[in-house]
């Protein structure tokens, strides 16, 4: 008897331990409104020209500690998305950037959350009926139609949201599919708040990223920490969004000397030698001048909660 008393205890455990959709979804997000000196648009036409930075090379006797925290995971470029992949590089960062740090994973053409629940079931009435196959096009689409998403794109953007939905309405009389489309104005996914807000509500569990100020040092604090981020730049005169998953530094000193980053275009800097992107190191000194704000040692970041 009283062993049949105990399998029952452990089936209902398991019972509270499964994940309540409808509870997941209704988590509330709250909205976020723009600061003062942070950027907004992520490939706007703010185009600044920097000086290539040089960085003082570690004696040769120095120990140089590596860490990559991307290591046990596939890279991801933009360049095979299916929707508006030269307009992907910030949805295709944010999912390196989610899943590096644990909060999503894959089974078979699936996709879940940290906590077992199915992320393509969760936005089901925001998603094609036949999702895309890649979890950075159903990301880039559910930012586009799911309807909280684009009435906080309204509220916080309200010329700017006008502006894509003149663009979107304009192509679409014309016949043209501005899923495919290199659209000119700035769609949701472009606007880093907004963004962020998608994300957070595609995933399903509250809050998870923010789009907040770190220095520098704080950055190196993370990604010891085995953490990644995304930030914006201005590479080679593109305004871009890559995720910064490891760095470079001296044993001796502890002084940083190269960020590792995974470039969704290309390898960072050198983008006309068209090299994968994985794993592009950029110097110390490069970050600083190039990741906005550029010249200054606070940056703007995509930063995730673990």
Known sequence: MQYIINIIKKLLALLKRTPDVKQQKEQSIPDVKP??????????DNTIKVEGAKMQEPKKTSTIITINNSTKF??????????SPNQACNVTSMTMGLLYNGLIYKEGDQWYNKNGVNIYTLNKTSLPDVPYKQFEDNLIYYTRHDTKILEYYSRTYPNLY???VKEVDE?????????????????PN???LVLSFAVNNFVGMGTITNYETQGIETIVKRIKNGESIVVSGTFEGLNHIVCVCGLQYEQETGKTYSFIIDDPWHKTLYYKEKKTGDDSIITYDEFLQYVKPVNN??????????
């Open 297 to 306: 040692k606070e940056k703007a970041c995509h930063v995730f909660k673990r």
């Open 74 to 83: 596939p890279y991801y470029t933009q360049r095979n998305n299916e929707v």
């Open 35 to 44: 600061q003062e000196g942070m950027p907004h648009v992520i490939m706007g």
């Open 190 to 192: 472009e606007l880093h």
């Open 171 to 187: 192509l679409t009389k014309n016949g043209v599919d501005a899923n495919k489309y290199a659209i000119k104005s700035y769609p």
């Open 162 to 164: 006008n502006d894509w």
